[in-house]
């Protein structure tokens, strides 16, 4: 092996390492949110008949106690995995379009684990609220480790790890990756594309192209804003 060849596979390995003591760190900023910050009792207050309420679904409610994305998201998933289909999950008689369904996509299947895999002894949420909030942990995460690929690729080892960082602990994205919303499934499917369409660039290929269509079709079907 020559030197060149040494030197290169070192600094990619150092790399490589930083990542992902990175990435470690984003799970744990991410995790502890979920578990100490989304934790605890949840207690929201009807606001038509001032009843108490307190249960996993509730907390993905508004301060009013009002469905949000949130909410539509959990039901919508827990309905989908359960067979009812793509419908408004307050209204199951009635199809819905009004929600990108990137997000319930990625959370059907976490329903489906949740309903037949995770003892209730060990979980006991109907709602699968707690799960749905770990996987969007995970994915948030992930976010973390491609910004830091894209980065390398843009500017050297050193940038990839400050941008990694700085997602790493940026509260506009840890604090939605804690959350049941559309932001996380969707900032992951950009930076993905991001990714592939960067190596497209330097070598376009049948396959890296399909891709990058697919990546931006999957990131438009995360959020209508994009």
């Known amino acids: 092996m020559s ?18 003591a990175i990435v ?7 995790l502890t949110y979920v578990l ?27 301060p009013a106690g009002r469905p949000n994305d949130a909410t539509y998201y959990n039901a919508a998933a827990n309905l989908l995995a359960r067979g009812g289909g793509m419908v408004e999950p307050f209204r199951p008689e009635r199809d819905a379009a009004d929600h990108p369904p990137l997000t319930v996509w990625v959370l059907t299947p976490v329903s489906w684990i949740g309903d037949h895999v995770v003892p209730a002894a060990v979980l006991d949420d109907l709602t699968n609220a707690f799960l749905h909030r770990l996987t969007m942990a995970v994915l948030g995460t992930a976010v973390v480790g491609v910004v830091g690929l894209i980065g390398r690729r843009l500017g050297g080892e050193r940038v ?7 997602a790493a602990v940026y509260p506009g994205l840890w604090i939605n990756d804690a959350l049941v919303f559309a932001e996380t499934p969707t900032n992951l499917a950009v930076v ?6 960067l190596r497209a ?9 399909t891709l990058v269509g697919f990546g931006i079709g999957m990131s438009a079907l995360g959020r209508a804003v994009m």
């Open 36 to 62: 100490w910050g989304k934790g605890g009792e949840c207690v929201v207050t009807n606001p038509e008949s001032g009843e108490i309420i307190s249960s996993p679904t509730d907390c993905l409610n508004g």
């Open 160 to 166: 990839g790890l400050l941008a990694a960082l700085f």
């Open 24 to 30: 470690i760190l984003a799970l744990g900023v991410r």
């Open 192 to 197: 993905l594309t991001m990714f592939v369409a």
């Open 3 to 20: 030197t060149d060849r040494r030197l290169k596979r070192i600094r990619l390995e150092a790399f490589a390492r930083s990542l992902l």
């Open 201 to 209: 660039r330097d070598r376009p290929t049948p396959a890296r192209l």
